[in-house]
């Protein structure tokens, strides 16, 4: 059973657990996190001690000299980093007991990693509605916008998660790639499969065509014309980067993708030229109330063709 932070939320973030062994080198808790965090100035960290920002699992207070094997776990707040508002904004789309949806926009992280925390759409989220329980019920990229639903509370976010476990939401992402020399409608629609895995340490996913295929999207053309192609995506799976992975391997890679087909190098934001991947709609039975339900995006794909073609 997960153990409960004995700090509150504070800014729409939770407080961080932290293992401390229970014997070895070190005399103090201090003096392990001193070691174990070499690259921050030990007085500053110290000095946190002092102001009794780092507690004991029963929410009490330790000192600098708080000797080693007193306390196996600590909470303490990590030092928030330094940013700068991104310019773009959630839309709720829907609000109840129990779920939260909204339209995530381009560039928004769906959970605080590295350089984002107060710039990801849960944090934003928690300090919108002021619900310090809210969390994701599955994920979008950074670069996708789109539908993105959240658990407003503990008590029923299981049955939520399950679907998306067991795949029992459907889901619909629209896309649009530069359209090739080689194009052909008549290609489509189709179903694509390989085999997708993730490494550690690696931005990019890898294909192993000697595998059993792992990943599997229903690709369906909306409309083309000289420039673009418009593509309705329904993932079978959930694999990271499946749709963005698939339709490069078509030769259709998605416009503005940093990743596929080709990795570039990291580059600024550029907000007036998001990559063109939407998550269109869920459709799924509530697994409480037994009805159908559907959420869709209000957002458009500005590379989209104006009519097909």
Request: hydrophobic share 40%; net charge negative; no cysteine.
């Given at each position: 059973?997960?153990?409960?932070?004995?700090?509150?939320?504070?800014?729409?973030?939770?407080?961080?657990?932290?293992?401390?062994?229970?014997?070895?080198?070190?005399?103090?808790?201090?003096?392990?996190?001193?070691?174990?965090?070499?690259?921050?100035?030990?007085?500053?960290?110290?000095?946190?001690?002092?102001?009794?920002?780092?507690?004991?699992?029963?929410?009490?207070?330790?000192?600098?000299?708080?000797?080693?094997?007193?306390?196996?776990?600590?909470?303490?707040?990590?030092?928030?980093?330094?940013?700068?508002?991104?310019?773009?904004?959630?839309?709720?789309?829907?609000?109840?007991?129990?779920?939260?949806?909204?339209?995530?926009?381009?560039?928004?992280?769906?959970?605080?990693?590295?350089?984002?925390?107060?710039?990801?759409?849960?944090?934003?989220?928690?300090?919108?509605?002021g619900n310090d329980e809210l969390a994701p019920i599955h994920r979008l990229d950074r670069a996708t916008a789109g539908v993105l639903m959240f658990s407003a509370r503990p008590a029923t976010r299981g049955p939520y998660q399950l679907l998306f476990e067991t795949r029992q939401v459907q889901k619909?992402?629209?896309?649009?790639?530069?359209?090739?020399?080689?194009?052909?409608?008549?290609?489509?629609?189709?179903?694509?499969?390989?085999?997708?895995?993730?490494?550690?340490?690696?931005?990019?996913?890898?294909?192993?065509?000697?595998?059993?295929?792992?990943?599997?999207?229903?690709?369906?053309?909306l409309g083309a014309d000289e420039r673009v192609v418009h593509t309705l995506l329904r993932p079978h799976s959930g694999k990271m980067h499946q749709l963005r992975v698939h339709l490069a391997a078509l030769g259709l890679g998605i416009l503005n993708d940093p990743f596929y087909p080709e990795l570039?190098?990291?580059?600024?934001?550029?907000?007036?030229?998001?990559?063109?991947?939407?998550?269109?709609?869920?459709?799924?039975?509530?697994?409480?109330?037994?009805?159908?339900?559907?959420?869709?995006?209000?957002?458009?794909?500005?590379?989209?063709?104006?009519?097909?073609?």
């Amino acid at each position: 059973m997960a153990m409960l932070s004995p700090l509150p939320v504070r800014d729409g973030v939770g407080a961080t657990r932290l293992h401390v062994p229970m014997s070895g080198d070190w005399p103090t808790v201090g003096a392990y996190m001193i070691d174990r965090f070499f690259h921050l100035d030990p007085e500053g960290l110290l000095s946190r001690f002092d102001r009794g920002e780092i507690v004991a699992r029963d929410g009490t207070p330790l000192a600098r000299d708080t000797p080693l094997g007193v306390e196996e776990f600590i909470w303490y707040y990590r030092d928030p980093p330094v940013e700068t508002r991104l310019p773009v904004e959630i839309d709720v789309i829907h609000q109840d007991d129990d779920l939260v949806v909204i339209d995530k926009p381009h560039f928004l992280p769906t959970i605080p990693g590295g350089k984002f925390l107060q710039n990801s759409a849960l944090i934003r989220l928690r300090n919108l509605l002021g619900n310090d329980e809210l969390a994701p019920i599955h994920r979008l990229d950074r670069a996708t916008a789109g539908v993105l639903m959240f658990s407003a509370r503990p008590a029923t976010r299981g049955p939520y998660q399950l679907l998306f476990e067991t795949r029992q939401v459907q889901k619909v992402y629209e896309a649009v790639s530069a359209r090739p020399a080689d194009w052909e409608a008549a290609r489509f629609p189709l179903v694509y499969r390989n085999h997708i895995v993730k490494l550690r340490n690696e931005l990019k996913v890898q294909v192993d065509d000697e595998r059993e295929p792992n990943a599997e999207t229903l690709i369906e053309v909306l409309g083309a014309d000289e420039r673009v192609v418009h593509t309705l995506l329904r993932p079978h799976s959930g694999k990271m980067h499946q749709l963005r992975v698939h339709l490069a391997a078509l030769g259709l890679g998605i416009l503005n993708d940093p990743f596929y087909p080709e990795l570039r190098g990291e580059r600024p934001d550029d907000f007036d030229h998001p990559m063109q991947l939407l998550a269109r709609e869920l459709h799924f039975i509530d697994p409480l109330s037994g009805a159908p339900r559907v959420f869709s995006t209000t957002r458009t794909l500005q590379e989209a063709p104006v009519s097909g073609a």
